[in-house]
């Protein structure tokens, strides 16, 4: 699974492939917005993550109450200026850090996010 790291105004592809213009993203500067506007992603503390079975050979984890990484409030991506870089920073940031990750054991043992 291929994740866009975002640090401040750093923008890292890691992983395999994945269906982002990553130059587009650095030239438009959609991220540096968001962060310039407060926009942040925090993950859960430790008493926040939630499990769930499914059934299935895997594992949702999620958070209690909420998506499993917030970026915090809605209303910060309204000050961020221009519609496709609010566009832009939303969908980035809402495919980076899903709602809620599955897991599987893989063969070797070790556990590994499928979606």
Known sequence: MARVVLVGNLVQLTGGAANFDLAAIKKSK????????????TAPTADQFEYSLTGNSEVVVGRKGGPLFAAGAPELFGKIKGDDNQMC??????????????????PAGTWEVVY
């Open 30 to 41: 959609c991220l540096d917005s968001a962060y310039a506007v407060g926009v942040r992603v």
């Open 89 to 106: 920073a939303g969908m980035v940031i809402s495919v980076t850090y899903p709602p809620r990750l599955s897991f599987v054991r893989s």
